[in-house]
C-alpha cells in the first residue's frame, strides 16, 4: 500500500502539507514532456531557458529532500505512459497533488483515476478550504470577486513549521521494485537529462530559499514595498532608485517565479505582508500588494470555472474580439518582428527584447506588447499568448491565458487598448528603459520613443506598416515633437 505524491507546484518545504504523510509513500516529480516540448499555434512551448529553469529548480528542490532522507523521483518524461507504469510498478494504491487549475493538468488527475483513487490539496490558492469560493456563484469581474472578500480579506493560513512525515521509499527500494523498461533508471536518466539542458550562468534560480530571503529583504531591508503601488508600474528600477544593477530589481517584489513553481507559499506571503502590517506599518502599498495577490486568486478560479473556453480565439463569447489582419505571411512576419522585438516601436521592442533576454517582464510592458499584438498587429492574441508561455520563467496558466484573455476582450470583461505612445512617455519618460534594452537607440534622448525603421525589418516594415500610427497616437506623437523640440 504505497501513496504516490506528486510533488509538481509545490517544491517547497513550507506550508507544503503534501509532506506530511503517514505509511508508505513514494515522492514524484514528474515534468510533463509535452507541456515543454510540444508545441501549441506552431510555437514550441518552453525556450531552452525556461527548460532549464524548471529542470534545475526540481533538482535542487530534491537535493533539498535527500537532506531530509527524502529520495524525490525527478523526470522529465511523457505523462501519459509514464504515470501509469509508476502506479504499476510500484503498486501505487493512492496518488496525492496539488489541486490544478487547468484542464491540461487536470487530465494527469484524471488519468490517475483511472487506476486508483486520487486527492488533491489546494497548495496554492489564497482560498482553500471553507474559504473556497463556489463555482456557480463565483462573480464575473474582479471588482465584485475583490468586495466579496473584503473589508477582512481572510485567506487561509499558512502551516507555519516545516515539517515532513511518512516512510519514504528509498533508493534501493525504488531501485528493486522497477519492472518496466519506462521506469528503469531513472536516477541516470534524470542525471542526463540535467546534463543535456545546463542552466546559463549568471542565471538565478527562484528556489524557496533564496525568494523567501529576497522577500523578507524587499519588506524589510529595502522597505521597497513601501512603494509599491507607484513603482510596479515600471519597466525596471530607475537610475535613482536604490538597487544596485546586480542585484533583483525593486519596482515589484519578483515573486511570480517561485509562485508559479510553487516554491513560495502564497499563504506565506499574505502572512509576511500582515506582519509587517502590524508590526511595523501598513500603507497603500502593503495593501496593494494584497490586492495583486488577489488578482492571480481570481484568474485562477476564473480557469477553474471557464476551463479551455478561455483558450479559444472568441473566449467567452460575451464581447468582440478583434479578428487577425492580413494574409497568413504578414501575419507571420508580424508575429516574428514582435517575438525578436523588431516591430520598431521602441517601447514595445524593448520590453520584447528583455523578455529574450530574462524571462521575464514588467507587468505593465506584458499589458503594452500584448495589446500591441492584437490591436495595432491585428494578431490572434492567442500567437502572442502562446509566446509568453514559452519564454515566461513565471509562466502560469490562469495568469497568462487570463490576462491575455482579459485584454483580447475574450474573457468576462471588454478588451483593453492602450496608447502606446501615450504609456511610453507616461511610464517612461526620460526613455531610461528604451535606451539600456535596445541598443541602437541607446546614443538618443527622448529622441528614443519616436517609432523608427528597425533594421532586421526595413525591407518590410513600411509595406506592413509597422508600427502603424493610429489617429489616438497623433496628439502623443504631437507632445513628443514638442518636447524634443524644448529641450
Ligand atoms: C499579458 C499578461 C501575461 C501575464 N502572464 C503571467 C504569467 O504567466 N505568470 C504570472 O505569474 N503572472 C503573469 N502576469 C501578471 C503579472 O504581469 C506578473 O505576475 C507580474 O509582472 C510578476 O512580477 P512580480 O512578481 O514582481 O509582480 P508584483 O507586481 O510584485 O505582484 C505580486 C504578485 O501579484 C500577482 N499579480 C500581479 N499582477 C498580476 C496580474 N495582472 N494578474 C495576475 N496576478 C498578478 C502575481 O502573483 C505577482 O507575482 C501576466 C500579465 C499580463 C498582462
Known amino acids: 500500500m504505497t501513496r504516490l505524491v506528486l510533488l509538481n507546484q509545490a517544491m517547497r518545504l513550507t506550508d507544503n502539507m503534501l509532506l506530511q504523510q503517514q505509511g508508505d509513500c513514494m515522492a514524484v516529480l514528474l515534468l510533463d514532456k509535452n507541456q515543454y516540448l510540444g508545441q501549441q499555434h506552431g510555437i514550441v512551448r518552453a525556450s531552452s531557458l525556461k527548460l532549464a529553469h524548471s529542470l534545475w529548480l526540481a533538482e535542487d528542490f530534491r537535493l533539498q529532500l535527500q537532506q531530509l532522507q527524502l529520495p524525490l523521483l525527478c523526470m522529465l518524461a511523457d505523462a501519459n505512459t509514464v504515470l501509469p507504469a509508476l502506479i504499476k510498478d510500484f503498486g501505487i494504491s493512492s496518488v496525492v497533488m496539488a489541486e490544478p487549475v487547468a484542464a491540461e493538468e487536470q487530465q494527469l488527475l484524471q488519468l490517475a483515476a483511472l487506476s486508483v483513487p486520487v486527492s488533491c490539496l489546494d497548495l496554492n490558492s489564497l482560498l482553500a478550504a471553507e474559504l473556497r469560493p463556489d ?37 534501493d527500494d525504488i531501485q528493486a521494485a522497477t519492472t518496466t523498461s519506462v521506469t528503469v533508471d531513472f536516477a541516470a536518466q534524470w542525471q542526463q537529462t540535467l546534463a543535456d539542458h545546463p542552466l546559463p550562468q549568471p542565471q538565478a534560480l527562484a528556489t524557496e530559499r533564496q525568494q523567501q530571503q529576497q522577500f523578507l529583504a524587499y519588506l524589510y531591508d529595502n ?14 528600477d530607475l537610475p535613482s532608485d ?22 513560495l507559499s502564497v499563504r506565506w506571503l499574505w502572512q509576511q505582508i500582515c506582519v509587517l502590517e502590524t508590526t511595523k506599518a501598513g500603507n497603500e502599498s502593503t495593501y496593494w500588494l494584497k490586492f495583486e495577490l488577489l488578482w492571480r486568486e481570481y484568474f485562477r478560479w476564473q480557469q477553474r470555472k471557464f476551463g479551455v473556453l478561455l483558450f479559444s480565439h472568441a473566449g467567452l463569447g460575451r464581447h468582440p474580439v478583434p479578428q487577425p489582419q492580413g494574409d497568413m505571411a504578414q501575419q507571420q512576419l508580424k508575429f516574428s518582428l514582435w517575438c525578436q522585438g ?39 492574441w492567442r500567437w502572442g499568448a502562446a509566446y509568453f508561455e514559452q519564454q ?19 474573457g468576462t470583461a471588454a478588451g483593453r487598448y492602450f496608447n502606446q505612445l501615450k ?34 525589418a526595413a525591407p518590410w516594415q513600411q509595406q506592413l506598416q509597422v508600427p502603424p500610427t493610429k489617429p489616438d497616437w497623433q496628439s502623443s506623437l504631437a507632445k513628443l515633437r514638442q518636447l524634443l523640440q524644448l529641450r
Request: aromatic share 10%.
Open 342 to 380: 523588431q516591430t520598431g516601436l521602441p517601447l514595445v521592442d524593448a520590453n520584447m527584447r528583455q523578455l529574450q533576454a530574462t524571462g521575464l517582464m514588467s507587468n505593465r510592458g506584458r499589458q503594452l506588447v500584448a495589446s500591441y499584438l492584437i490591436y495595432d498587429l491585428g494578431l490572434d
Open 223 to 236: 522597505q521597497a514595498i513601501y512603494h509599491y503601488k507607484t513603482s510596479r508600474n515600471q519597466f525596471c
Open 423 to 456: 504609456q511610453a512617455l507616461q511610464y517612461d519618460s526620460d526613455a531610461y528603459f528604451i535606451r539600456q534594452q535596445v541598443k541602437e537607440l541607446s546614443g538618443l534622448g527622448l529622441a528614443a520613443h519616436l517609432p523608427y525603421l528597425s533594421a532586421a
Open 135 to 171: 463555482l456557480n456563484t463565483l462573480p464575473d469581474s474582479f471588482s465584485k470577486f475583490r468586495s466579496q472578500r473584503e473589508p477582512e480579506l481572510k485567506v487561509s493560513p499558512a502551516l507555519s513549521a516545516v515539517s515532513v512525515s511518512g516512510r519514504w521509499l528509498s533508493p
Open 392 to 410: 515566461l520563467l513565471d509562466y502560469d496558466v490562469a495568469s497568462n491565458w487570463g490576462n491575455w484573455a482579459y485584454i483580447a476582450g475574450a
Open 242 to 263: 536604490k538597487a544596485s544593477r546586480d542585484t533583483t530589481p525593486l519596482y515589484a517584489s519578483f515573486v511570480s517565479t517561485a509562485l508559479s513553481h510553487g516554491t
